[in-house]
């Protein structure tokens, strides 16, 4: 049994809870961040000075920022085919998380905030079309690299899969007109089935 620290709507929280669901840790989850507050206090701080969540404890062992959890757990509780040992396949997964955290966060993070924590008389439309184009040309990439094989980084789920779920969600659920992208669509159709992410992705944005 692990402890996790976070809300349920965290995109970063989820893609924790789905990894779990996939390796088979059971886990108790705390209501800390958003409407619920809690990030500073003392008992939260010692555990991530950066009072952001998702924070995992696992026995002794604390672990803080989302796609380090989910190199962990896997490495720790899953199999070779979600989380590669052999280099070449792990460094397929491994640039993946890092192009979500340096590319398409840094995009769909800006289009998120202007359309669902923004009223539409406080909108910057001219700004927020610039972002949604970012953003656009972030997902058409991805469609065009993934064209010729099941998942993210490979023919077997990954790490990297459940780092991109709910981007992919929000993407898709975000009101605005966007281009066909059929890789992307198959893709979003497979993860679909798994359970976890029925569970802890498919939910309504807000």
């Avoid at 500073?40 to 062992?61: H, M, R, W, Y």
């Avoid at 792990?90 to 640039?95: C, F, G, I, M």
Wanted: hydrophobic share 45%; charged share 20%; glycine share 6%.
């Amino acid at each position: 049994m692990i402890t996790i620290w976070g809300r349920n709507t965290s995109s970063n929280v989820q893609k924790v809870l789905w990894l779990c669901e996939e390796v088979g840790v059971k886990f108790d989850r705390k209501d800390v961040g958003g409407s619920f507050g809690g990030l500073d206090t003392p008992q939260f701080v010692a555990l991530n000075p950066n009072k952001s969540i998702p924070v995992i404890e696992d026995g002794g062992t604390v672990v803080w920022e989302s796609h380090a959890i989910l190199r962990f757990l896997a490495a720790k509780y899953g199999s070779d085919d979600i989380y590669p040992a052999e280099p070449a396949a792990r460094s397929q997964v491994e640039r993946w998380l890092d192009w979500h955290l340096g590319v398409l966060a840094p995009a769909i993070t800006p289009v998120f905030l202007g359309y669902f924590r923004t009223s539409a008389a406080a909108r910057n439309e001219t700004e927020l079309n610039r972002q949604v184009a970012q953003l656009t040309s972030a997902m058409t990439l991805l469609d065009h690299e993934i064209a010729n094989r099941a998942y993210v980084a490979g023919d077997d789920l990954t790490i990297a899969d459940i780092a991109f779920g709910n981007s992919v969600w929000r993407w898709l659920a975000f009101p605005f007109q966007r281009p066909k992208l059929p890789n992307l669509d198959a893709w979003q159709a497979r993860i679909a089935e798994r359970p976890g992410h029925r569970i802890h992705i498919a939910q309504p944005v807000s």
